[in-house]
């Protein structure tokens, strides 16, 4: 009876690896979605996070946020260069955590002061194509939680809000040295 | 009369040549210092603010600034792998800026809630080394404003103010992903 059970659990783990196999390949294509955002289908650029930094930023009120903007290799050029308008190729991410208590740092402090990143709110990306996105300042947009994609009505509020930042080129940060 | 004018102009165009070399010379030098910190020797390791984001916070208080901490990729690495102790070679960076107001932002999100970096203060690191340093847990200090070494009096203050954070090998921060 050895044999045949023996089969039986290699076959079982075979499926269960081919599950994992699956529902990672699920994660993964249903995570930034093969149609990205709407409006821009803008997907989640590979390694952003391992891009370099911009500056960081914190917003109080409702977004209660601490935020960093990253930069791929063309977005980090022209920040430093101030290159205006941003190249073609230019992605820039900007990443956001809560705005936390740290009552280990406040501990060390002696004093209630230190706000560290909670957990990740979202993720956002310009992408600048200048022919393809020519109706929107040659910017794409793209915002996602959990690597979903947010929906067409909070994707259709990204460019009006960055019109003001015109002289900028729609870009409300600048690099922090 | 020509030549010789023209010799002499080109002799202090050329001495004065010499002394912007020098003087740019004394500056890389004394900026972060062959002797590098007080006690720890540190110099600022060239290339570090091209180094990957760890993660950022907010100091109130007396501080009131915004704070990105970057790490080699001895340091990236151990972060994402949760790897403690630190292994040797890792460095970790602490820049800071002013927290401060943006207008432009509270402009565009018709309230007053937007911080961004200021002015910078100062730039700290951590170094593992845990022979060179094993009289302070294996890590050495160090403190940079404007290239310049922070002093003696307050270097010493780095090691007991980071042994409360003993559990996380002294380092206070954690990757926020």
Known sequence: MKRPMKRISILVLAAAAGACAIAS?????????????????????????????ISIAHEAGDFNDLRAVLG??????????????????????????????????????????????GDATNVQFMVKDSKKYAATGGWGFAQFKDGKSADEALIKTCFPCHEPGKEHDLVFTYYAP
Do not use: C
């Open 25 to 53: 390949m699920a994660f993964t294509a249903g995570g930034a979605g093969d149609q990205g955002s709407p409006i821009y289908g803008i997907t989640i650029p590979a390694g952003y996070r391992q891009w370099e930094l």
């Open 72 to 117: 791929n290799a063309v977005a980090v050029k022209a920040f430093r260069d101030g290159t205006l308008p941003f190249p073609d190729g230019t992605i820039i991410a900007r990443l956001a955590w809560k705005h936390t208590p740290s009552a280990a740092n406040n501990k060390v402090f002696g004093r209630e002061q230190s706000f560290v990143a």
